[in-house]
């Protein structure tokens, strides 16, 4: 259904509010021609409600000739701030910005945050922003999750389908992705609800089977026979199955980097609001498949980089799989059993 643009200005005030956005606070909002106009005039618009001090910067897509899809997140790496001094002295100067485009694992983004600006990140469709506008209890339920994985040495996940994987933990932090930025230097994206972190690297060992049904982003497909990854020394070695392992590999073969390949995030969904189903009712191109990636009780993989926690690995291929019917425990104690919340 479309929003009206009373309902969509009423929920980026609460996301601004939930943000902590104040009178004076200077905050840039970046934009570029996928951003949807809805998103970018009620974001002005709750800004200056809220009293804040708004530039709009717009910037010009990139990766074009290298990107094999228009999904933002099919290319990662250089972004428009990229070799631009300009737009980043805006960003630095900023308490906030908006990122309405994707910067995501770029070391424009991490130097920003470590300067202390605060980034929220918003792309997804009007209808999808209201449906799934964060709460309190998210971060409550994010962050008790956050307590438990950064307590835990060895995160073990199992399903009927095959998978039998197991990763060691502590080189890397957790990550919460609750939905607002109530601290300084904190990044996060509207909508989500999920708890990640990073393996040890090349301390990730199994099988992982993506069943039938299961999804896999970029590629937005729901899958209709499994593919297995055999998972060595924190990298997929082996990625086989049908037509879909076909495409997978076909696909991440295009970006001619090995440390495509290596186990990125890992997680799980915890926000009850998010479906799996949702991805099946878009047209691939109007989503960036948020809904998948957060719905609770799902296992969320994913392959490439590791900027975001501070990491070398500046891949441009990133792949997330978020698999239904697993069980996932941190030393031995469920977190997620047979696809649910524990
Ligand atoms: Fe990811």
């Known amino acids: 259904m479309p929003v009206s643009d009373h309902e969509l200005r009423a929920a980026w005030k609460t996301v601004l509010g939930l943000s902590k956005v104040r009178v004076g606070e200077v905050v840039t909002v970046l934009a570029n021609r996928s951003t949807h106009p809805q998103n970018l005039a009620a974001a002005t618009a709750a800004l200056h409600d809220l009293g804040a001090v708004v530039t709009r910067l717009e910037l010009e897509p ?27 002295a ?28 605060r980034i929220l990140l918003a792309v997804e469709p009007p209808e999808v ?7 309190l209890e998210d971060k409550a339920r994010v962050g008790a999750a956050a307590e438990r994985l950064a307590a835990s040495r060895v995160m073990r996940v199992k399903s009927p389908a095959g998978t ?3 990763f060691q933990l502590g080189q890397y932090p957790p990550v919460q992705e609750y939905g607002f930025v109530d601290e300084q230097g904190r990044w996060d994206h509207w909508p989500s609800g999920f708890i990640l972190t990073w393996p040890n690297e090349g ?3 199994g099988r992982i089977v993506i069943d039938r049904g299961d999804i896999v982003l970029p590629l937005k497909r729901y899958l209709s026979d499994p593919i297995t990854l055999e998972v060595r020394a ?18 991440m073969e295009g970006f001619n980097d090995p440390e495509g390949y290596a186990i990125s995030h890992i997680g799980w969904g915890l926000q009850p609001r998010a479906r799996w189903s949702t991805l099946s009712l878009y047209d691939r191109e109007e989503t960036i498949a948020m809904d998948a ?7 969320l993989f994913s392959l490439g980089p590791n900027l975001e926690v501070g990491g070398t690995r500046n891949t441009a291929c990133h792949i997330d799989v978020p698999l239904r019917g697993c069980t996932v425990t941190l030393d031995d104690e469920p977190v997620v059993i047979d696809g649910s919340l524990a």
């Not at 805006?90 to 070391?107: E, I, N, Q, R």
């Not at 922003?129 to 709460?135: A, C, E, G, K, M």
């Open 164 to 166: 039998d994987v197991c």
């Open 129 to 135: 922003l209201v449906r799934l506008v964060p709460t």
């Open 62 to 88: 990139c990766n074009a000739e290298k990107s094999q899809s228009r999904d933002p997140l099919a290319y990662l790496g250089d972004t428009p701030l990229t070799g631009n001094p300009a737009a980043m």
């Open 90 to 117: 805006a960003c630095l100067a900023s308490d906030m910005v908006l990122d309405l485009m994707l910067l995501l694992f770029s070391p424009e983004q991490q130097q920003i945050l470590e300067s202390g600006t």
């Open 293 to 299: 990636r957060a719905f609770a009780g799902n296992f």
């Open 203 to 205: 301390q990730s060992e």
């Open 234 to 251: 924190g990298y997929a070695t082996r990625i086989d199955g049908g037509l879909e392992a076909e495409l997978l590999r076909e696909y």
